[in-house]
């Protein structure tokens, strides 16, 4: 449904073709976007995320997680999301600890019931890995080396089957290599779009 009212939203603001840029969540959109409405993308860049369905060992762990947050609170399972969000570097850095501290913070100020939608929606996600062999706009594939929400040999299966796709490998990132390691992020993003031009 996600890329639908994407594709809609990209035609009524007349920016197509446009580059995408999806991150996990945003990245299960932008895949559907380029397999079924490519003429809408310019490139396609994603980032720590998959074709596939979650997988099952995922799933009964992030439904207990949801039903705590909803029903008593984002900071009752804070402890249990950080290792999911971010890398084992990322998470013992003592020059870090400011910035853990920041977003246990901004994880538990979330919306209990925005959470909730949006956990079930990637817990019960069907996988389009059926689909991928027909993105043909240029694409970036980056994850975090260390990322245990949706490990690197995701993003290995859709560089093999997305023709002419590059992959890059964050070092010392997990899930969430903007905030962990955002520097090679931005580089990595800043080469491929140049490299379109």
């Not at 446009?18 to 959109?29: E, T």
């Not at 799933?59 to 909803?70: C, E, G, M, P, S």
Request: hydrophobic share 40%.
């Amino acid at each position: 449904m996600g890329s639908f009212y994407t594709a809609t939203n990209i035609e009524l603001l007349g920016c197509a073709p446009c580059h995408f840029l999806g991150l996990s969540m945003g990245g299960f959109i932008g895949l559907r976007l380029a397999a079924r409405h490519p003429e809408l993308l310019r490139s396609l860049i994603l980032l720590e995320t998959s074709a596939d369905p979650e997988p099952s060992e995922h799933v009964a762990k992030y439904r207990q997680l949801t039903f705590v947050a909803r029903w008593f609170g984002l900071g009752l399972v804070v402890e249990r999301v950080m290792p999911v969000m971010f890398g084992r570097t990322f998470l013992t850095d003592p020059a870090r600890v400011g910035e853990r501290r920041e977003w246990r913070h901004r994880m538990s100020g979330n919306h209990r019931l925005g959470i909730t939608r949006a956990t079930t929606g990637v817990i019960t996600r069907k996988g389009i890995a059926s689909e991928i062999d027909r993105i043909r706009v240029p694409t970036l594939i980056l994850v975090g080396e260390e990322d245990v929400a949706v490990p690197p040999v995701h993003s290995q299966r859709l560089h093999e089957h997305i023709a002419g796709s590059r992959l890059e490998i964050i070092p010392r990132a997990g899930h969430t290599s903007t905030v962990e390691e955002p520097t090679a992020v931005n580089v990595a993003i800043t080469n491929f779009l140049s490299s379109l031009s």
